[in-house]
C-alpha cells in the first residue's frame, strides 16, 4: 500500500485542471492559487486526459506498469529525443521520477520490477574487440536499433551505447580494451602507428637479448 496522502480533494484537483484547459489561466496562475508546484499540475492535467476524474482520484496502491511498456518508454526517451514529460503524456505514466527510476536501471543493466515478477535487462559481458567491432558495425547498420544489438549479442544497453558513441568519436581504437595489456599483448592489426613502432622496438630489443644470451652459452 502507498502511503501517499494529497491535501487537496478530488474536486479542488478537478476544478484546477478544467481551469487549466479552459485557456484562461496559466499553469503559473493556477499553481500559486492551489498552492502547488506546476509539476505536480502537469501530473493532474495528464491523469485527467488519460482516465478523465477517476484519474484523479487518489491512489492507495502503487500503480504498476508492463515491462514493454517501461522499456518503450525508456528507449523513446533515450534514443528517439522525447522529453520526460512526453513519454509520461504518451505512456501515462504517474510521474517524472517514474520514468527516471526505470531509466537508471535501464542503463545500469538491472531489472525491471512488474506485476509478474522481474523481466530482467541484458546484463554487461565480457567481449572481445572483434566483437565490439561487430556489434557496433550491426548497431549501426540497422540505424543505431540498441535493442535489436541487445538481443542479437546478449549485450547490456550501456555496453552497446558507450561502444557506439565512442566508435564514432574516435574510430575502432576507441573500442579497445587497454585495461591491464601492454603494447604487445594486443592484435597488431589494431594497433596504431606509434603503437605499431612502440611494438617493433621492443620486438628488436628482446631479440637483442636473446642475441646476446645465446652468444654468452655459446
Not at 501530473?43 to 482520484?57: M, Q
Not at 518508454?73 to 512526453?86: F, H, P, Q, T
Not at 561502444?163 to 573500442?175: I, Q, S
Request: proline residues 0%; contains cysteine.
Amino acid at each position: 500500500m502507498s502511503k501517499r496522502t494529497t491535501k487537496h480533494t478530488i474536486e479542488e484537483r478537478y476544478a484546477a485542471v478544467t481551469k487549466y484547459l479552459s485557456g484562461l489561466y496559466s499553469r503559473i496562475t493556477i499553481s500559486k492559487e492551489y498552492g502547488i508546484d506546476e509539476n505536480t499540475l502537469a501530473n493532474w492535467i495528464r491523469k485527467y486526459k488519460a482516465n478523465g476524474i477517476d484519474g484523479l482520484k487518489e491512489s492507495r496502491t502503487w500503480k504498476r506498469y508492463p515491462a514493454d511498456l517501461k522499456l518503450n518508454a525508456v528507449l523513446d526517451y533515450l534514443e528517439n529525443g522525447y522529453s520526460l514529460r512526453k513519454c509520461c503524456d504518451k505512456y501515462n505514466i504517474s510521474s517524472r521520477e517514474v520514468l527516471r527510476q526505470w531509466i537508471r536501471l535501464y542503463t545500469s543493466a538491472k531489472s525491471f520490477k512488474t506485476t509478474g515478477g522481474h523481466t530482467n535487462m541484458k546484463h554487461g559481458r565480457k567481449t572481445t574487440f572483434k566483437e565490439r567491432l561487430e556489434i557496433v558495425q550491426y548497431t549501426l547498420a540497422h540505424d543505431k536499433d540498441y535493442q535489436k544489438a541487445i538481443d542479437k549479442y546478449k549485450i547490456s544497453y550501456s555496453q552497446v551505447y558507450s561502444w557506439v558513441r565512442k566508435f564514432e568519436k574516435d574510430g575502432e581504437a576507441a573500442l579497445q580494451d587497454k585495461r591491464g595489456k601492454t603494447v604487445k599483448d594486443r592484435e597488431f592489426e589494431t594497433l596504431s602507428e606509434t603503437e605499431r613502432l612502440k611494438l617493433e622496438i621492443l620486438r628488436l630489443k628482446e631479440r637483442n637479448e636473446y642475441l646476446e644470451t645465446e652468444n654468452i652459452i655459446s
